[in-house]
């Protein structure tokens, strides 16, 4: 079964930290990698796709995708209140899987 | 351009009570998700159509949920008799095809069995 596992957390650091969230995956069938973010209440929105091994930046936003070692990860630099949420990794073989999540806190 | 629209927003029923709950995709995206969010867990696909047809429903309890996109733009899900397990977020996304990499979602149905 193609599972993604996201089995750190919940997260807190300090305002201006880097935050740094992992997510691994079973099958190694998948091309496509993203990152969700969701707000208490609200519904999950895209934040960064990785389809290639190595990084992708995109503002404070870093995606990491190591395929040999089947994981993906989601760094955020200089870390502000407003990136408390849950972070969603979701990988698509025939169909677009979810992980758990995981709840980020940062403290002001 | 118009995002994904779904409703209602939220719905308490009785558990033995059907429920049905509406979704319009993003104009022009030919594939459409059924997602349920149960609270602390990541978002279950449930079906999934490209226009009026069905590409996977391995996870939807087909006995007692159901879902349809008739002209392949609205879509509904139905859910006859509900549990109380059913409680959850219901969220409704859809992208340009099945192959394509970004979904964009609803703000979801929240569904409260009692």
């Known amino acids: 079964q193609k599972e993604v596992e996201q089995n750190s957390g919940p997260l807190s650091v300090p305002e201006g930290a880097i935050a740094s969230l992992n997510c691994t995956y079973s099958d190694r069938g998948s091309q496509s990698f993203f990152w969700y973010r969701q707000y208490s209440g609200k519904s999950p929105e895209l934040i960064m796709s990785i389809y290639s091994n190595g990084d992708k930046e995109d503002g404070r936003f870093t995606a990491q995708l190591n395929k040999a070692s089947q994981y993906v990860s989601l760094l955020i630099r200089d870390s502000q209140p407003s990136d408390s949420a849950t972070y969603l990794c979701a990988v698509r073989w025939s169909k677009l899987t979810f992980g758990k999540g995981i709840t980020l806190s940062v403290r002001p | 351009e118009a995002g994904v629209a779904q409703s209602p927003r939220y719905k308490i029923i009785e558990k033995r009570q059907s429920v049905a709950f509406w979704c319009n995709p993003i104009s022009g995206h030919a594939t459409l998700y059924w997602y349920q969010q149960i609270l602390g867990q990541g978002p279950k696909l449930l079906i999934q159509?490209?226009?009026?047809?069905?590409?996977?429903d391995s996870q939807l309890p087909k006995d007692r949920f159901s879902a349809e996109r008739l002209k392949g733009v609205d879509s509904t899900l139905k859910i006859q008799p509900a549990k109380l397990e059913d409680s959850a977020v219901y969220l409704c996304?859809?992208?340009?095809?099945?192959?394509?990499?970004?979904?964009?979602f609803g703000q979801g149905t929240r569904l409260t069995v009692v």
């Open positions: 159509f490209q226009n009026n047809g069905v590409v996977d």
């Open positions: 996304a859809s992208s340009r095809n099945v192959g394509d990499t970004e979904a964009f």
